[in-house]
T-cell receptor, first 115, second 111 residues
Framework: DTAVSQTPKYLVTQMGNDKSIKCEQNLGHDTMYWYKQDSKKFLKIMFSYNNKELIINETVPNRFSPKSPDKAHLNLHINSLELGDSAVYFC??????????????FGPGTRLTVT | GEDVEQSLFLSVREGDSSVINCTYTDSSSTYLYWYKQEPGAGLQLLTYIFSNMDMKQDQRLTVLLNKKDKHLSLRIADTQTGDSAIYFCAERNQAGTALIFGKGTTLSVSS
């Protein structure tokens, strides 16, 4: 069974469109995250959710919005897509946010290409 | 601010040891991590070390932590071609709520 899964694996879309990426974890973890990995493989945290509350929000454009319908899911919505949004987006989860069980488990990634 | 630095490339021959180095800035970091990313895949947690430890060994992996110099290293013994990947060093941010990743070291193993 996949611990952290994402759909779709690949997403090709045009500038200006709105798209969503879904993430699900079956580990029973309390905290979930979204990371962006650019073409140089640099990884940056975008969001994390703990018990349905957004606990961090780095300098990410407000075109990006995380939505968590329940503890096991954290979806990423992107409005008005731009060329610079092209990247691989990784979802991750951890048992808690600040305690000792902090190891993060990553999904396989969603490669977003904006044309 | 918080920052994690790594060299970008390392090339070794099969059977040799690989040492990947990392420096971090936040002296209050409690946990430091090593992740592996194979081509086209997500990140896999390899190992982590708590800040009150100097060394941690796990099969072919040895992690060394020098808190004074804020230096972390990952040694892979008897490196195999299957070890070719990008290795990321990471520390917790000051709030303890997220990971700050280095830029990753691409390890290339030749036979």
């Amino acid at each position: 069974d996949t611990a952290v899964s994402q759909t779709p694996k690949y997403l090709v879309t045009q500038m200006g469109n709105d798209k969503s990426i879904k993430c699900e974890q079956n580990l029973g973890h309390d905290t979930m995250y979204w990371y962006k990995q650019d073409s140089k493989k640099f990884l940056k945290i975008m969001f994390s959710y703990n018990n349905k509350e957004l606990i961090i929000n780095e300098t990410v454009p407000n075109r990006f919005s995380p939505k968590s319908p329940d503890k096991a899911h954290l979806n990423l919505h992107i409005n008005s897509l731009e060329l610079g949004d092209s990247a691989v987006y990784f979802c991750a989860s951890s048992q808690d946010a600040g305690g000792t069980n902090y190891e993060q488990y990553f999904g396989p990634g969603t490669r977003l290409t904006v044309t | 601010g918080e920052d994690v630095e790594q060299s970008l490339f390392l090339s070794v021959r099969e059977g040799d040891s690989s040492v990947i180095n990392c420096t971090y800035t936040d002296s209050s970091s409690t946990y430091l991590y090593w992740y592996k990313q194979e081509p086209g895949a997500g990140l896999q947690l390899l190992t982590y070390i708590f800040s009150n430890m100097d060394m941690k060994q796990d099969q072919r992996l040895t992690v060394l932590l020098n808190k004074k110099d804020k230096h972390l290293s990952l040694r892979i013994a008897d490196t195999q071609t299957g070890d070719s990947a990008i290795y990321f060093c990471a520390e917790r941010n000051q709030a303890g709520t997220a990971l700050i990743f280095g830029k990753g070291t691409t390890l290339s193993v030749s036979s």
